[in-house]
């Protein structure tokens, strides 16, 4: 992973054991268009327990993201969100998918903080498909955006579909 500004970057994220616990039979079929939009998905409220239990995951533990004395001694106007984990929940848009192949690359760019109680949506935009050696793989551009409709994080996202399945 690489950050930058505002911007970061995964790629090869996989897991083999989480793609087999998926149930092929009720996954929906991947068959995108250029153009096309996936279904947006609206998370749940950010939660101050979310927050924590992130930190405790992440070992990220600077008091911005959970104490509020913290965020606004740092100027804050109260807890926002781990950037890392608004990068994280972008990836729940594939996650009906994941049985079928699995996010390669992301690269995100941080437009907005998360603050308690926001409910973000995040969707995406299939913008190319290419074959490669690994299986089809769709490129996405990708957004999250709080309840107020405003980005807060936009990024894009490789999907590949794997040819041997």
Not at 56 to 80: C, F, K, R, W
Not at 119 to 146: C, M, P, Q, W
Request: aromatic share 6%.
């Amino acid at each position: 992973m690489s950050t930058d500004e505002g911007t970061a970057s995964v790629s090869s994220v996989r897991s083999d054991e989480g793609a087999a616990m998926t149930d092929a039979t009720t996954e929906p079929a991947i068959d995108w268009a250029v153009g096309q939009e996936l279904e947006p998905r609206t998370l749940p409220p950010v939660t101050r327990l979310k927050l924590i239990h992130y930190a405790g995951a992440s070992g990220d533990y600077n008091p911005i993201h959970t104490i509020d004395q913290g965020a606004t001694e740092a100027g804050l106007p109260g807890v926002i969100q781990h950037g890392m984990l608004t990068m994280a929940e972008l990836g729940r848009l594939f996650s009906p998918y994941l049985g079928q192949g699995s996010v390669q690359h992301v690269e995100t760019r941080f437009s907005g903080m998360v603050f308690l109680g926001d409910a973000l949506t995040v969707g995406g935009t299939v913008t190319a498909i290419d074959e490669t050696e690994h299986g089809r793989a769709y490129r996405f551009d990708v957004y999250s955006k709080n309840q107020k409709g405003q980005n807060v994080a936009t990024g894009k996202v490789t999907f590949v579909v794997d040819g041997g399945r």
